[in-house]
């Protein structure tokens, strides 16, 4: 098993029955590149929702990449169904017209379903159509052949980054990122690289869920100590060398996956998930990293922290949804201010 992408299912039920959350695997596992699934300009859609992580990973990659004319995609809306849908709860919904407790407005990044061509309501019709039960997102969708490609991200952002100017990016050869280097001669390079996501994923994209959504408080307490162990070694990690880039000089596959998570920490995680122990901003070198990489061309239109607020708090006991942080300043505007960690 690969721990940078899956957890471990071993007794899952009885560790869920114990109030521990366990994310479930993944069960479509196809990839650009096979056969069934030429690399083609226009061919696939990304179905996503901006409050999940996982998804903004995805999101992310293809905005870095340069694939947003080349990829089409629909978004949903934060909160997924209640318990009087006539579909029934915690199901993805595509609902432009939907309203936001945050905002009282609809959020018009929210969309229809464009990309099957049957204008589904929720995400589980499109595995339906190919009699699978999942309910997952993000959905990587080839639209020519009418099939899910895969619904796990850290295998859909690693296509395509393998695929990029096959499917279409609009950006030069040497101005796109390679977030994960091929080649014998990357070999240190890639081996740093998952060393690095078997780190973040445990400790800190899965491990903010462990803390946030089990109801078991010593998994808590083991949660919480090993997310912000994760945060001391790469805060040391960055601060060791002035290095701007968790590997490096470049920006890679590995900051790609932390940064969804630490996006989230300071305006959402750190009270939603319990995660008080320290806002990304006490860390300084890791919160001129966030702003570094938010600074990246088309990261900061890959999501939205409304969609992350109101998703998360959404499905809290009363749904109520914070208007704050204000202090020191407004998200996601202070990621536009690295100073600020000089003033924590």
Same mark, same amino acid.
């Given at each position: 098993?690969?721990?940078?992408?899956?957890?471990?299912?071993?007794?899952?039920?009885?560790?869920?029955?114990?109030? @521990?959350?366990? +994310?479930?695997?993944? #069960? /479509?596992?196809? &990839?650009? !590149?096979? *056969?069934?699934?030429?690399?083609?300009?226009?061919?696939?859609?990304?179905?996503?929702?901006?409050?999940?992580?996982?998804?903004?990973?995805?999101?992310?990659?293809?905005?870095?990449?340069?694939?947003?004319?080349?990829?089409?995609?629909?978004?949903?809306?934060?909160?997924?169904?209640?318990?009087?849908?006539?579909?029934?709860?915690?199901?993805?919904?595509?609902?432009?017209?939907?309203?936001?407790?945050?905002?009282?407005?609809?959020?018009?990044?929210?969309?229809?379903?464009?990309?099957?061509?049957?204008?589904?309501?929720?995400?589980?019709?499109?595995?339906?159509?190919?009699?699978?039960?999942?309910?997952?997102?993000?959905?990587?969708?080839?639209?020519?052949?009418?099939?899910?490609?895969?619904?796990?991200?850290? @295998?859909?952002? +690693?296509?395509?980054? #393998? /695929?990029?100017? &096959?499917? !279409?990016? *609009?950006?030069?050869?040497?101005?796109?990122?390679?977030?994960?280097?091929?080649?014998?001669?990357?070999?240190?390079?890639?081996?740093?690289?998952?060393?690095?996501?078997?780190?973040?994923?445990?400790?800190?994209?899965?491990?903010?869920?462990?803390?946030?959504?089990?109801?078991?408080?010593?998994?808590?307490?083991?949660?919480?100590?090993?997310?912000?162990?994760?945060?001391?070694?790469?805060?040391?990690?960055?601060?060791?060398?002035?290095?701007?880039?968790?590997?490096?000089?470049?920006?890679?596959?590995?900051?790609?996956?932390?940064?969804?998570?630490?996006?989230?920490?300071?305006?959402?995680?750190?009270?939603?998930?319990?995660?008080?122990?320290?806002?990304?901003?006490?860390?300084?070198?890791?919160?001129?990293?966030?702003?570094?990489?938010?600074?990246?061309?088309?990261?900061?239109?890959?999501?939205?922290?409304?969609?992350?607020?109101q998703g998360y708090f959404g499905r809290s006991w009363n749904g109520v949804v914070p208007q704050g942080p204000m202090r020191p300043m407004s998200y996601p505007e202070a990621y536009l201010h690295p100073d600020l960690a000089d003033r924590a």
């Amino acid at each position: 098993m690969n721990t940078a992408v899956e957890e471990d299912q071993k007794d899952a039920a009885t560790r869920r029955a114990k109030g @521990e959350f366990v +994310r479930g695997v993944s #069960a /479509h596992r196809h &990839a650009i !590149g096979e *056969d069934a699934f030429p690399p083609e300009p226009g061919r696939y859609h990304l179905f996503v929702a901006f409050n999940c992580p996982w998804c903004h990973r995805v999101t992310l990659a293809r905005s870095v990449l340069g694939l947003e004319s080349s990829i089409t995609m629909d978004v949903a809306f934060p909160n997924r169904t209640g318990e009087d849908d006539p579909a029934g709860p915690n199901l993805w919904e595509f609902a432009p017209d939907r309203i936001a407790r945050l905002t009282g407005a609809a959020l018009p990044e929210c969309t229809t379903e464009t990309g099957t061509g049957q204008g589904h309501r929720l995400a589980v019709e499109i595995y339906r159509a190919e009699g699978s039960d999942e309910k997952s997102l993000p959905i990587l969708y080839d639209k020519v052949a009418g099939r899910i490609v895969s619904n796990e991200s850290a @295998e859909i952002i +690693r296509m395509l980054d #393998a /695929h990029a100017a &096959a499917l !279409g990016s *609009d950006m030069a050869e040497g101005d796109r990122p390679v977030l994960y280097p091929g080649g014998s001669e990357n070999a240190d390079l890639q081996a740093e690289i998952d060393a690095l996501n078997t780190r973040i994923y445990t400790a800190i994209n899965n491990g903010a869920y462990k803390a946030g959504f089990s109801a078991d408080q010593a998994v808590y307490n083991a949660a919480f100590t090993a997310y912000f162990d994760a945060l001391d070694g790469l805060e040391q990690l960055l601060a060791r060398d002035g290095r701007p880039y968790l590997t490096g000089s470049s920006f890679t596959e590995a900051d790609l996956r932390l940064f969804p998570t630490l996006y989230r920490h300071d305006p959402v995680y750190y009270v939603r998930m319990k995660l008080n122990g320290a806002r990304i901003l006490d860390y300084p070198h890791l919160w001129r990293w966030l702003c570094r990489v938010y600074a990246l061309p088309g990261v900061a239109m890959s999501n939205s922290l409304v969609h992350c607020k109101q998703g998360y708090f959404g499905r809290s006991w009363n749904g109520v949804v914070p208007q704050g942080p204000m202090r020191p300043m407004s998200y996601p505007e202070a990621y536009l201010h690295p100073d600020l960690a000089d003033r924590a």
